[in-house]
C-alpha cells in the first residue's frame, strides 16, 4: 500500500531502530515548549484568526471560521415562530446527544426532572463514541486528585479555571466507580483491578480505557441506560437558537426537524447545551478526527443570547490523526499507540522527540519536522511522520497490539497496512475545542440564568490545552453535575412571557458594527497553506 518512496524511508526506519529501542528521547525544557509553540503551533498564527465585532468577547481574537458564524444572523430572525404552540415541554431540555448530554439527562431524570434529549443526529453520534484512549482518574494507592491536578494544570498552561479543575479531579474517582456500576468493561488484571496507563503529560498511570474503543464503550452503555430509563430523546432535530423569558431567564429553544425542515418548539425550566466540539469547522484546513456534528452550535446560539465565550482561541490539534491512506485521513490514532511504546520518527529513522509530551507540544514538533527541518515524509495529501509501531511488540511481546489497541490495527489493515510490521504515518489532526462558554464551578453560565453547559461546549476546564483522558472524564463529572443542578433549580423556577427579542437585538449590533444583516453568509477564508504543508 505504500508507495516506493515511502517504503525506502522504511527502510531507514527499520535500519534505526534496535538503537532507538534502549534510548528515551529527552524531554524539552520549558522555554523550549515556548519557544516551539510560538513558531509552529497553529493557535499562534495570526492568519488563522480575526477579531470578534460583536457580543461579550467583542475585541478578542477567535478562529476566523468561528468568528463568521459569529457575525452572522440567525436563520429564524424573520421567520415568525409562534411562541405560545409548544411542542415539547419539560422541566429539562438538554441539547445534545453525547455522552455528556446523556449523563445529564440520566441524572437529572434520577432527581425526578422531566426531561427531554434533543439531537440533530442521533443519541450517540458524538465526539464520544470516537475516543479510543482512555479517561483519567487517580484512584490508584501512588496517585491522588492533588497530583491529577498539578499534570492537568500545568499541561493547560496554568490558564484552567481552578473551581472546575478542582471538580474534574476530585469527582473522577467516582465517575469511573459510576460507569463501572452501570456495566461499562475496562481493562481489568485477573484479580479484577483496573489496569491503568500512562497518557501525555501525566506523572501517574491513570488512564482507565477499554483497550482502544474507550469512547465506544462508554457512549453505548450510557446511551442504552437513556434508552432503558424511557428519557425521551428526539432524534434528528437540531435546536436552532435559545428562548428567553421577559425576565432574561432562558425559557426552551427552537428546534429544526433535520428531515422535514419544520420548525419545533421547546419549552423547558432549565436547558443544558451538551453539543460538543467545532472540528468539521476545519479550522486552518485542518483534517479533524470529529464526527459530522461537531459544528459549534452550542457556542454560537449561547453567544447570542448573550453568554460569554471563554478561550475560544486555543483548539488541540492531536499529534497523531492519519496522515495516510488517504480514505482515512485525519482519523484518530489514539495517543494509546505512543503510551505503550510507539515512537515518533523522521523520514531519515531519528527519534525527534519523546513520545508522551504534551499534545500541543507534540503537534508543534511534527509540523516542524514537516516545515523548517524538512524531515516530514511526502504523502498525496501533505507531509507525515512515522510513528513506529513494530516497537510496540518488540518492548512487549507478541500479540500486544492486537490486545491493547485493535480499532488502531483493524483500521489499517483494511487498507493493507499491518501497524505490527511497519510503521503508520501521522499529522496533526484537528481534535478538541478547549475553548467554550463560560460557566462557574456549579455548571451555570454567569448570564443567563438557569442555563447550565456541560462537555467540550464549556470552556476553561482544560486551560489552554488538555491532556489525554480528561475529555471523557469531564463530559462524564460536568454532565452529571450538570443534570444534578438543573434537577434542582428547574423546582424553584417560575417562566415568563417567552421571546426571541435578543436576535434582532443581536442583528442590531452587527448592523451598527459594519456587518451584513443577511442570514450565514459563505464563509470567506484565508489561503491558508499551514494547515497541511505543501
Not at 491536578?149 to 474534574?168: I, K
Not at 508543534?364 to 524538512?374: D, K, M, P, Q
Request: charged residues 25%; negative net charge; contains cysteine.
Amino acid at each position: 500500500m505504500y508507495t516506493a518512496e515511502m517504503l525506502e524511508s522504511i527502510k531507514k526506519v527499520e535500519a534505526t531502530r534496535a538503537q532507538r529501542l534502549g534510548v528515551e528521547p529527552r524531554r524539552m525544557t520549558a522555554e523550549e515548549k515556548d519557544e516551539l509553540l510560538r513558531k509552529f503551533h497553529p493557535d499562534y498564527r495570526a492568519e488563522g484568526f480575526q477579531e470578534i465585532k460583536v457580543g461579550p468577547n467583542k475585541g478578542e481574537k477567535a478562529p476566523f471560521e468561528l468568528g463568521t458564524l459569529l457575525h452572522s444572523n440567525s436563520r429564524i430572525l424573520n421567520v415568525p415562530i409562534d411562541l405560545d404552540n409548544i411542542d415539547y415541554d419539560a422541566d429539562v431540555l438538554v441539547i445534545g446527544g453525547g455522552g455528556a448530554g446523556s449523563s445529564a439527562a440520566l441524572e437529572a431524570q434520577a432527581a425526578g426532572a422531566r426531561v427531554i434529549m434533543v439531537t440533530k443526529l442521533r443519541i450517540g453520534d458524538a465526539n464520544t463514541m470516537m475516543a479510543e484512549g482512555g479517561i483519567q482518574a487517580a484512584d490508584k494507592e501512588n496517585d491522588s486528585p492533588q497530583q491529577h491536578y498539578l499534570d492537568a494544570f500545568g499541561g493547560g498552561h496554568f490558564a484552567a479555571r481552578p473551581e472546575l479543575l478542582r471538580r474534574l479531579v476530585m469527582e473522577a474517582p467516582d465517575a469511573i466507580q459510576w460507569l463501572n456500576d452501570l456495566g461499562v468493561m475496562f481493562d481489568k488484571d485477573k484479580d479484577g483491578r483496573m489496569i491503568t496507563t500512562h497518557g501525555g503529560g501525566t506523572s501517574r498511570k491513570r488512564m482507565h480505557a477499554c483497550k482502544d474503543y474507550s469512547g465506544a464503550e462508554i457512549m453505548r452503555v450510557l446511551r442504552d441506560e437513556v434508552w432503558n430509563r424511557q428519557i425521551p430523546v428526539v432524534d434528528f432535530t437540531a435546536a436552532v437558537e435559545l428562548i428567553k423569558d421577559d425576565r432574561g431567564q432562558v425559557a426552551g429553544a427552537v428546534l429544526q426537524n433535520m428531515e422535514t425542515g419544520e420548525y419545533k418548539v421547546a419549552r423547558a425550566k432549565t436547558v443544558i447545551i451538551a453539543t460538543g466540539g467545532a472540528g468539521r469547522l476545519h479550522y486552518q484546513n485542518f483534517p479533524t478526527s470529529n464526527h459530522y456534528g461537531a459544528t459549534a452550535d452550542g457556542l454560537v446560539m449561547g453567544y447570542r443570547a448573550g453568554a460569554p465565550l471563554l478561550y475560544q482561541d486555543t483548539i488541540q490539534y492531536h499529534p497523531t490523526g492519519a496522515a495516510y491512506p488517504a480514505q482515512i485521513f485525519g482519523a484518530l490514532v489514539t495517543e494509546k499507540v505512543r503510551s505503550v511504546g510507539a515512537m515518533l520518527v523522521n523520514v531519515d529513522g531519528e527519534a525527534f522527540m519523546h513520545p508522551l509530551e504534551t499534545r500541543d507540544v507534540s503537534a508543534a514538533s511534527i509540523i516542524r519536522e514537516c516545515t523548517e527541518r524538512g524531515k516530514g515524509v511526502k504523502t498525496p495529501t501533505g507531509w507525515g511522520i512515522w510513528l513506529d509501531t513494530p516497537i510496540i511488540e518488540m518492548l512487549h511481546g507478541e500479540g500486544t497490539i492486537e490486545k491493547r489497541i485493535p480499532a488502531m490495527l483493524r483500521m489499517f489493515l483494511n487498507y493493507g497496512i499491518d501497524m505490527r510490521k511497519q510503521p503508520i504515518l501521522i499529522y496533526p489532526t484537528l481534535h478538541y475545542q478547549n475553548g467554550g462558554l463560560e460557566i462557574g464551578g456549579d455548571g451555570f453560565t454567569k448570564v443567563i440564568p438557569n442555563l447550565l453547559v456541560a462537555g467540550e461546549a464549556v470552556g476553561g476546564i482544560h486551560g489552554r490545552n488538555r491532556l489525554m483522558g480528561n475529555s471523557l472524564l469531564d463530559i462524564i463529572v460536568f454532565g452529571r453535575n450538570a443534570g444534578k443542578a438543573a434537577a434542582v433549580r428547574c423546582k424553584e423556577v417560575e417562566l415568563g412571557k417567552m421571546n426571541l427579542n435578543h436576535l434582532q437585538e443581536y442583528a442590531d449590533e452587527l448592523e451598527k458594527a459594519g456587518l451584513h444583516t443577511g442570514s450565514v453568509s459563505p464563509m470567506l477564508l484565508p489561503d491558508y497553506t499551514f494547515g497541511l504543508p505543501r
